[in-house]
């Protein structure tokens, strides 16, 4: 799993059925300390996350298609929890900011 | 799942098996900020999209689910037409083909 920062969200009227329409939101992994890591990802949405969230995310298939109850389905980056503050390095980082944007998730 | 841009086709009509029926398409990884990221790659196009597209694609072990046949050795599938993306306020490119 990883840390990320919601930055955005992602309309894809056209998908794979087992997308199921969920909400699709826009990733920026990140470090504890915000700095940016890895790959820009598109994640399907299971913790009522929102724009200006720091999420936690699992990105393997097995685990994702448990959450989703479908053994087949051809998803991975699943967002599976809205992160109130990390505990690294001897250090805390409070992330329960307001949410900057007011998505009504 | 990454964002790309559907940047052109692929015909490989002496292939694998298992590939038959299954549209290969140029795609370029795309960034937060809509610029390239990383190389460009081929997917199976596992829903209709075409050049000029930002589409969404999955890659690994999900790839060969997402297409038709599956377990067929692909690595790389487009599984959506991306109409609109938002990063940080902004819209990334346009889905509609040709408007960039």
Redesign the interface.
Known sequence: MFLADVIGTVVAPIQIPELNGGKLLLLRPVTPDGRRTGKTRVALDRAGAGVGDRVLVVDEGNSARGILGNPKAAVKTVIVGVVDYVEADTRLYDHRTPRKHGNPA | ???ARVTGRLVATQRYTGLDGVALQWIQ????DGKS??DQMVACA????GPGDLV?F?D????A??CPV?FVPVDA?I???????????VP?GRGAAGVS
């Open positions: 799942m990454y964002l990884p795309l960034d937060e990221m990383g596992a829903i209709s999209s969404m999955v690994g072990r999900e790839a689910m997402a599956t599938a599984v959506g037409f991306v109409e609109q993306a938002i990063s940080k306020g990334i």
